[in-house]
C-alpha cells in the first residue's frame, strides 16, 4: 500500500539512502495519468558492485542520479553489458506483483555467462528489483493495464582499454512507469522485414540481452519507421530467409486450422518469458503449438491464401501486439481483419488478467513483493 506518512517502508537486505527530493505527489500523479513507455524515471534506483577480489558489494537503494562514468570504462569501448525488462503490476485491491522475476533472473544469469560477467546470484537479483519496488512502490500505476517497468542492468566500469573480461562491475535497477509501449495501445502495428541486416548470428549473442544486440538494430529499425513500420523483423542471417523476431519481441503465426507456429530457439533468437508463457496458455486452449523455422515465404503465401489467419509479436514492454501488416521490398501483405484476430485478442487478454490480478493464476506465475 502506498505509505502517506511520507516514511519510506525498510527494505532489509539493502542499505536505503532516500532520495532527499523525491518528486511532489501530484507531479508523480500527473506522470502515472498516461505514462509513456521508458518516459518518466522513479526517484530511487538499486545497485551493487562487483570487483573481481571482493565478489557482490554494497547492496544499496538510493536517490536516481547520473552515474559517474570514467571515459575509459570498458563498456563504453567494447560492449560488456547485459540487461534485463520485467515489470510490477498492481492488483485491484492495491497490492504489488512480479511475474515470473525467477526466470528474468536466470536469464540474467545466462547472459552474464555469455558476455563474461559475473553471475548476479538468483537472490540478489531478486531482492533488487523488490527493494526498488517497495521504495518506490507510489510509482507503480493503479490497476488498470499500467504498469511500472523495471530495468536491471550491468556493465563494466573498470577504467581500462585491454580487450578483456572488466575487474569491476556495476549492477544498478531503474524504474519506469509504463502505459502501452506502442503509440496505437493494442491497435494492431506494421512490420517491416528486414532483408539486408541481420541482428543476430550463430554463436553470436541473439540469444542474451546485451547492448550491441539493440545497436546493431536501430538502421533497421529507422528503415522501418521509413517505411510507415513501428516495428523491424528480422530474418535469419544463415539462409536470409527465416522470419525470426523482432528487435525486442517474438513473433508468432497462428494458422486457420488453430496451429500456433513459432520460430524455434535456435541459439539467435532471445528466449521471452512472455513467449513462453503464450505459447503454454495456447496450449492450455487446445491449440496445437510448433516451434521450427518460419520461412518468410510460406507467411506471406499463406496471408495470400488465408492459410495464415493472425500475426502477433509478444514481450514484457508491449504485451501482445496484434501485427497487421508485414512489408518489405517487394510486398505488402494485410493480415485478415486487419490484424484483430480472436486468437491474439484471447491470448492478449488472458495473460494481462492473470498479471493485473483479474484472473486467477493457476501456474503459480506472480509474486507478491508489496
Ligand atoms: C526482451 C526481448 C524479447 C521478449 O522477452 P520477454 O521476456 O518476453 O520480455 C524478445 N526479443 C528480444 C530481442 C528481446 O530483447
Same mark, same amino acid.
Not at 577480489?53 to 547492496?59: A, C, F, K, Q, T
Not at 539486408?196 to 541482428?199: A, I, N
Not at 481483419?337 to 484483430?340: H, I, K, M
Given at each position: 500500500m502506498t505509505s502517506s506518512s511520507g516514511a519510506l517502508p525498510p527494505v532489509p537486505e539493502f542499505a536505503l539512502h532516500p532520495?532527499?527530493?523525491?518528486? @511532489?505527489p501530484d507531479a508523480r500523479a500527473a506522470a502515472l495519468e498516461a505514462p509513456r513507455f521508458g518516459a518518466v524515471v522513479t526517484d530511487h534506483m538499486a545497485r551493487m558492485t562487483w570487483t573481481?577480489? %571482493?565478489?557482490?558489494?554494497? =547492496?544499496r537503494v538510493e536517490p536516481y542520479a547520473p552515474l559517474a562514468l570514467?571515459?575509459? !570504462?570498458l563498456v563504453l569501448h567494447y560492449g560488456q553489458e547485459i540487461f534485463e525488462g520485467l515489470k510490477a503490476y498492481r492488483h485491484p485491491d492495491g497490492s504489488v506483483w512480479g511475474f515470473r522475476p525467477e526466470a528474468n533472473a536466470a536469464r540474467f544469469a545466462a547472459s552474464a555467462r555469455r558476455m563474461a560477467l559475473p553471475e548476479l546470484p538468483v537472490e540478489d537479483f531478486l531482492a533488487s528489483v523488490r527493494a526498488l519496488v517497495t521504495v518506490?512502490? !507510489?510509482?507503480?500505476?493503479? !490497476?488498470?493495464?499500467a504498469s511500472l517497468y523495471l530495468r536491471p542492468v550491468m556493465f563494466a566500469s573498470e @577504467?581500462?582499454?585491454?580487450v578483456r573480461a572488466a575487474r569491476r562491475v556495476e549492477y544498478v535497477v531503474i524504474a519506469s512507469p509504463a502505459g +502501452?509501449?506502442?503509440?496505437?495501445? +493494442?491497435a494492431p502495428v506494421s512490420i517491416w522485414v528486414a532483408q %539486408?541486416?541481420? =541482428?543476430a548470428s550463430p554463436g553470436?549473442?541473439? +540469444?542474451v540481452k546485451t547492448m550491441g544486440n539493440y545497436g546493431a538494430s536501430l538502421a533497421s529499425q529507422a528503415e522501418a519507421y521509413r517505411h510507415g513500420c513501428e516495428q523491424v523483423c528480422f530474418l535469419d542471417a544463415?539462409?536470409?530467409r527465416n522470419l525470426e523476431e523482432l528487435g525486442g519481441m517474438n513473433l508468432v503465426a497462428v494458422r486457420a486450422d488453430g496451429t500456433v507456429l513459432t520460430p524455434a530457439l %535456435?541459439?539467435?533468437i532471445l528466449p521471452g518469458i512472455t513467449r513462453d508463457a503464450v505459447l503454454r496458455l495456447l496450449a492450455a486452449d487446445g491449440h496445437e503449438v510448433v516451434e521450427r523455422a518460419l520461412p518468410l515465404e510460406e507467411v506471406l503465401a499463406g496471408l495470400a491464401s488465408g492459410e495464415v489467419t493472425e500475426l502477433f509479436a509478444c514481450g514484457t514492454g508491449a504485451g501482445v501486439s496484434p501485427i497487421g501488416r508485414l512489408v518489405g521490398h517487394g510486398f505488402d501483405a494485410r493480415v485478415a %481483419?486487419?490484424?484483430?484476430g480472436p486468437v491474439t485478442a484471447r491470448v492478449r487478454a488472458q495473460l494481462m488478467d492473470i498479471q493485473h490480478g483479474r484472473a486467477p493464476d493457476e501456474r503459480g506465475w506472480m509474486v507478491r513483493w508489496v
Open positions: 532520495n532527499p527530493h523525491p518528486v @511532489p573481481s577480489e %571482493d565478489g557482490w558489494l554494497d =547492496r570514467e571515459p575509459a !570504462a518506490d512502490q !507510489a510509482w507503480v500505476p493503479p !490497476a488498470d493495464d @577504467p581500462n582499454l585491454l +502501452a509501449y506502442f503509440a496505437g495501445g +493494442a %539486408d541486416l541481420h =541482428r553470436g549473442t541473439g +540469444a544463415v539462409s536470409g %535456435d541459439g539467435a %481483419d486487419g490484424g484483430v
